[in-house]
Structure formats: C-alpha cells, structure tokens
C-alpha cells in the first residue's frame, strides 16, 4: 500500500509540475550517465553495525525541461557494496547488483546560458540479482530471502555545464532488503553525465 501510495504521489507530482509551466515549450534531452556509490544498509540487530562501501553505477537518462522545472527519468545498473561489524569481532561483505529507476522532479535555482544548479527530488525502484555474502552460516541464512525489489526516495544537489551534468544525490530505502535482519539501503551517489542532445 505504502509502494502504491508513493508511485501514485509521484506520479500527480510530474503532472502538477507540467501544469504549472504549460505554456513554456518543453526540450527533450537524452545523456549517458556514470559514477560511484556508497552503500550501506541499516540493521534493526543490536549485534550488527552496517558500515558504507564503494560501488559504481552507469546506464541511460533522459530529461524534460519545462522552463525552470525538469522531470528526470534514468535506468542505472548499479554495483552495490556494504559490510557489517558484529559485537564479537568479526565482520561480512555483502555485495549485489541492481537495476535502479528514478524519477525525480528537479527545479533550477540558478540558471544561465551554459549554467545550471538544480535541486531535485523523487523516487526510486530497484531490482537487485547476484547478491553475495562473505561470512558464516547465520548471515547467510538471513540474507538468504533476499527481497529482489525495493522502493525508495532519493534527492539531491545537481550542477550543469554545456552537456555536461553532475549530481551529488541521497538515496533512502524504504523496503528491507533481508526481513531477517530488517536491513534497509541508504547511499550516496556522484554521477558524471552527458546529454547528447
């Protein structure tokens, strides 16, 4: 209900935003988009500390300007990393793949010919495979129903020059990705993009 109720705020969200500026014509951009992440997931166990690891994201973007405001849409393969600290000492890696699809609903706080700073903000579906632990037979167990799909919200910080555009942005999820642990994703993410028109 809570995944529906987000799309469904998202969704009227997109449609308000070209509402408002109706009468400006909108520009259709496609880019390529690469960068890194860092990854860690929160853990409801006393036993269990996340700690963030490094990953890297590419895939496609496309973006709609509407005069100030945008809505922006992406498909991100992303490698994911995380590990954990227990209270006895040792310590797991937990690694995955994800496809990731945001859309987010940005405004241009400063613009100029070749220049922008944006602001954004939106959701994000993932859908994780190949997920891999490293550790003793307790985590395994409790990764072991790895919850493929996963609903999130992320927004952040953007800057564009000429073609090029880098964002700096927050992703929180809102679904658990091992119900044995009640672990949730939360990462940051640099992406390097270019629109090639």
């Known amino acids: 209900m809570k995944q529906q109720f987000l ?30 992440n ?4 929160s853990t409801e166990s006393s036993s269990l500390e996340g700690k963030y690891g490094f990953g890297y994201q590419a895939g496609v973007m496309t973006r709609m300007d509407i005069g100030r405001l945008y809505v922006q849409g992406e498909a991100l393969l992303n490698k994911r990393k995380t590990s ?11 690694t995955w793949n994800a496809i990731d699809i945001p859309v987010v609903v940005g405004y241009k706080i400063v613009t100029a010919d070749d220049f922008n700073l944006r602001v954004f903000a939106g959701g994000v579906y993932s859908y994780a495979f190949n997920n891999q ?30 073609n090029f555009t880098i964002d700096l ?11 044995e642990f009640k672990s949730k994703p939360h990462s940051f993410s640099l992406g390097i993009g270019y629109f090639l028109f």
């Not at 799309?7 to 890194?36: D, M, R, Y």
């Open 7 to 36: 799309a469904l705020s998202a969704f009227l969200l997109c449609i308000c935003a070209i509402k408002i500026q109706a009468q400006q014509t909108p520009a259709f951009h496609i880019g390529v988009k690469g960068g890194a």
């Open 38 to 41: 860092f990854t860690k997931t």
């Open 84 to 94: 954990y600290d227990t209270k006895d000492g040792s310590s797991a890696k937990l």
């Open 133 to 162: 632990i490293s550790t003793s037979q307790a985590f395994m167990e409790g990764f072991k129903s790895f919850d493929k799909s996963n609903i999130g919200i992320t927004g952040g910080l953007g800057v564009d020059y000429k």
């Open 169 to 179: 942005r927050y992703e929180n999820g809102l679904s658990n990705i091992s119900k």
